[in-house]
């Protein structure tokens, strides 16, 4: 998606976000003012701690990089000592990390940083729900643009820990043609004969809602194919169509699918399966951090 170092300046911005909304600030410099949490700040501001994070259910463990970023940026001197690494799966009461230093920055942080692991670790968590189900298949599970606004790399980061994959990361890095733009561009050849005339090494995908306009889509030389809630034997038929075609486009299924469909719909030899749920319907893990002693 992003170059490391891209993606580290991301994560900071976020965790920044994140720490001045909860403290009431508008400038970052202001996220080490330990008074400006008032229920912390009952606590003498030399006191030292040490506490652990539990994960109270079953996951797959992923926003390592947000939660050091948020101690981090409160109190550089506090020490994060993970005892599982991002993407493990862990069991109820397992015990994720250890904390020790300033107390104000252990307690100022411990929302903000279990906001972002439990998020992110309840999309990698029921990703790999997914992936599994197309274990043994050429399938694969993708995500889509229904991410937590401001969260979305972050999000669709989460659903590669959890064995899935990205689909466009966003408006400007491949054409997504659908109902709405296929009317206004003129139909399904006009739209991608503009998209070839814009960006003509861009990938171009087609939203498709029967077998007529799978057809179009194949003869103006779409690279993928969404096939928009297709029935299961439409499916199939689309996927005879594609192999006999002359154009190999890659197909997509989307719309309405389920943990219990979707290894039947990966059987019909589509090549991908688009989950909007990955991003969408976020189950938060349960986490509870406790501290266990003072220094």
């Known amino acids: 998606m992003y170059s490391s170092a891209e993606f580290k300046?991301?994560?900071?911005?976020?965790?920044?976000?994140?720490?001045?909304?909860d403290l009431g600030i508008s400038a970052p410099s202001l996220i080490t003012d330990s008074r400006l949490d008032l229920t912390a700040s009952l606590i003498d501001e030399t006191t030292k701690a040490t506490a652990t994070l539990i994960s109270r259910e079953k996951a797959i463990i992923c926003g390592q990089a947000w939660v050091n970023e948020v101690f981090s940026q409160l109190n550089k001197d506090l020490k994060v000592n993970w005892l599982v690494n991002e993407g493990e799966q862990v069991e109820p009461n397992q015990t994720l990390l250890e904390l020790q230093g300033n107390a104000r920055a252990i307690l100022t942080g411990e929302r903000t940083a279990m906001n972002f692991l439990q998020t992110l670790s309840g999309t990698a968590t029921i990703t790999a729900?997914?992936?599994?189900?197309?274990?043994g298949t050429q399938c694969k599970v993708l995500d889509t643009r229904k991410t937590i606004p401001g969260l979305r790399l972050a999000q669709k980061y989460?659903?590669?820990?959890?064995?899935?994959?990205?689909?466009?990361?966003?408006?400007?890095?491949?054409?997504?043609?659908?109902?709405?733009?296929?009317?206004?561009?003129?139909?399904?050849?006009?739209?991608?004969?503009?998209?070839?005339?814009?960006?003509p090494a861009t990938k171009c995908e087609v939203e498709t809602e029967n077998l007529d306009e799978l057809n179009q889509a194949l003869n103006a030389g779409a690279d993928v194919i969404m096939l928009d809630n297709f029935s299961m034997e439409d499916m199939k038929t689309a996927v005879e169509i594609r192999n006999v075609h002359s154009h190999h486009a890659l197909l997509e299924a989307s719309g309405n699918v389920t943990?219990?469909?979707?290894?039947?719909?990966?059987?019909?030899?589509?090549?991908?399966?688009?989950?909007?749920?990955?991003?969408?319907?976020?189950?938060?893990i349960d986490l509870s951090l406790r501290v266990t002693l003072l220094l």
């Not at 290894?263 to 189950?283: E, M, N, P, Q, Y």
């Open 158 to 199: 989460a659903v590669t820990v959890g064995g899935g994959e990205n689909h466009r990361v966003g408006l400007y890095d491949a054409f997504l043609i659908k109902e709405n733009h296929i009317f206004t561009a003129g139909g399904i050849a006009k739209a991608i004969e503009n998209a070839r005339k814009i960006s």
């Open 259 to 284: 943990l219990k469909t979707l290894s039947d719909i990966a059987r019909t030899g589509v090549d991908f399966i688009s989950v909007g749920a990955l991003t969408k319907h976020v189950k938060a």
């Open 129 to 135: 729900e997914y992936a599994k189900q197309l274990e």
């Open 9 to 21: 300046s991301y994560i900071t911005q976020t965790v920044q976000l994140a720490l001045m909304e």
